[in-house]
C-alpha cells in the first residue's frame, strides 16, 4: 500500500561526502517535491518537478541537485554534505497541483 | 513567508472537540487553505482544504470566514492520535501552488 517510498530511511554520511536519497511513487503523479526539515523546524522547500521540467527554489544551495530519471523516481543529491545539512528530507508528489502526498522521510545524519 | 498566523501550541482532551484558528488576512481571491499535519517521526499528512465554503470530510471539518481572513480547523473528537503539529497553509492555483510551511500548531491531546 505504500505510496511515496524513501530509501533508506535513515542516512549516515561524512563530512564532504556526496550521497544520494531516493524517493519512488506508485500514485503515477506527475510532479514530485523536495522538501528538507531541520530539527523542530516547518518542511521547507528545495525544488520540485513538473512533469519534467525542474523548478529550484531561489534560496535553494548549489549543493543541493536533483535527477528524476522517469515519473516513478526522484533523486536528491547531497554534492558535499556539511553539518548544517542534517536534517529530515522529505519527497512529496502530486497530480498537478492539487494535494500533496508525502513519503515518511529520509533523516540524514553528517558525521 | 508562511502568511500565516497560527497559535504555537494548544491543549486538548481525548474525545473532546479541538477548534484550530488561522489567520490569513492577507489572502487573495484565487488562494485555498490547505491544513496538512505531522505527526512524530512521520512525514506531513494533508488533512482538508477549502476556498470559500465550509468543508467536511472524514477526518476533520474546515469552516472559512466570510471575508476568508480567517479559518478554523475542527476535530469533532480528538483522539490521542490527533497528537501533532497542524499547518495551516495558502496556496492557490497559477504559480502560487507550492506550499509555504509556517510554524504550525503543536496539538497535545491528553487521555
Known amino acids: 500500500d505504500a505510496m511515496v517510498i524513501q530509501n533508506p530511511r535513515y542516512q549516515v554520511t561524512q563530512f564532504g561526502k556526496p550521497v544520494t536519497l531516493s524517493c519512488s511513487q506508485t500514485?503515477?503523479?506527475?510532479?514530485m517535491y523536495w522538501y528538507q526539515q531541520k530539527s523542530s523546524q516547518a518542511p521547507k522547500l528545495l525544488f520540485h518537478?513538473?512533469?519534467?521540467?525542474?523548478?529550484n527554489e531561489a534560496d535553494t544551495p548549489d549543493n543541493f541537485q536533483s535527477r528524476r530519471p522517469n515519473t516513478s523516481f526522484c533523486f536528491l543529491d547531497i554534492r558535499s554534505p556539511g553539518l548544517g545539512d542534517a536534517a529530515m528530507y522529505l519527497c512529496a508528489t502530486s497530480r498537478e497541483i492539487d494535494t500533496q502526498y508525502f513519503g515518511p522521510g529520509t533523516r540524514l545524519t553528517v558525521l | 513567508d508562511a502568511k500565516t498566523t497560527q497559535p504555537n501550541s494548544m491543549e486538548s482532551n481525548e474525545e473532546e472537540p479541538v477548534h484550530l484558528p488561522c489567520n490569513h488576512s492577507t489572502i487573495s481571491g484565487t488562494d485555498y487553505i490547505h491544513w496538512y499535519r505531522q505527526l512524530p517521526s512521520q512525514g506531513p499528512e494533508y488533512v482538508i482544504h477549502?476556498?470559500?465554503s465550509n468543508v467536511n470530510n472524514r477526518m476533520a471539518s474546515l469552516a472559512i470566514a466570510e471575508d476568508r481572513k480567517s479559518s478554523t480547523l475542527i476535530l469533532h473528537r480528538a483522539t490521542l492520535r490527533d497528537a501533532a503539529v497542524y499547518y495551516c497553509?495558502?496556496?492557490?492555483?497559477?504559480?502560487?501552488?507550492?506550499?509555504?510551511f509556517g510554524k504550525g500548531t503543536l496539538l497535545t491531546v491528553n487521555p
Open positions: 518537478y513538473y512533469d519534467k521540467d525542474f523548478n
Open positions: 500514485l503515477n503523479h506527475n510532479v
Open positions: 497553509i495558502r496556496a492557490g492555483g497559477g504559480s502560487n501552488y507550492k506550499l509555504t
Open positions: 477549502g476556498l470559500t
